[in-house]
């Protein structure tokens, strides 16, 4: 048997804190523990051609992630987070925008990985932009393989519409309990508890397995 294909669709950024910085997003790291479990895990991201989009280049080959499909944007830096962890309990981000991945572009050899995947993960926190946001729509609209919805909500960026088309592409959807509230005010279901919520969800959409 083949080495399933398992694709962390979406954002890769470098987590900036005042003296250090670490390779994050909640995709890549998806990518990476499936790798770790035997799959082949296929970054579908974007980075800037600068310096931070270079060194994750580099880090991501280093953990053995399969980087083909990794996009490269002449114009747009790599994505970073600012975070501040004055109060270690309670950090705060700023995600910038207008970076490399929020202009993930549809090509034919990445809609061809589409093809080719077993699963694969994907967010809100990336369809931000509408150019990153078609992108993976069309990815996730392609693929035959598992499509694990990781709701993932990140300060403003999220709507009632990119939650509402996820939710209907999605086979596997998580999320944690801080997110249930606002999730069910958007799409106006109960969401008084995670229970409620939970039926209402699942009667509305075709989703085989919700992980609260």
């Known amino acids: ?25 909640a995709t890549a790291n998806v990518a990476f523990h499936a790798a770790q479990l035997g799959a082949r895990g296929v970054v579908a991201s974007r980075v800037g051609t600068d310096d931070l989009g270079q060194e994750l280049t580099r880090y991501l080959v280093q953990k053995g992630l399969d980087i ?14 600012t975070v501040d962890a004055t109060d270690p309990g309670h950090p705060t981000y700023v995600i910038h925008q207008h970076v490399a991945w929020d202009y993930l572009t549809p090509t034919s050899e990445f809609l061809q990985l589409a093809d080719q995947a077993a699963a694969v993960c994907f967010g809100t926190l990336a369809q931000r932009s509408p150019v990153s946001r078609d992108a993976i729509h069309q990815f996730i609209a392609r693929t035959k393989g598992l499509v694990v919805f990781d709701v993932n909500l990140r300060q403003q960026f999220y709507d ?33 508890t995670a229970q409620f919520f939970a039926r209402a969800l699942l009667a509305k959409y075709p989703i085989e397995t919700l992980i609260i």
Request: net charge negative.
């Open 1 to 25: 048997m083949s080495t399933p294909i398992v694709v962390g669709l979406g954002e890769a950024v470098w987590d900036i804190f005042e003296t250090d910085r670490k390779p994050g997003g």
């Open 68 to 81: 083909t499909w990794l996009q490269t944007d002449s114009e747009h830096e790599t994505g970073k987070v």
């Open 160 to 192: 009632r519409e990119s939650l509402d088309r996820s939710f209907q592409r999605a086979s596997i959807v998580k999320l944690n309990l801080d997110e249930v509230a606002p999730v069910a005010e958007k799409l106006g279901l109960p969401g008084t």
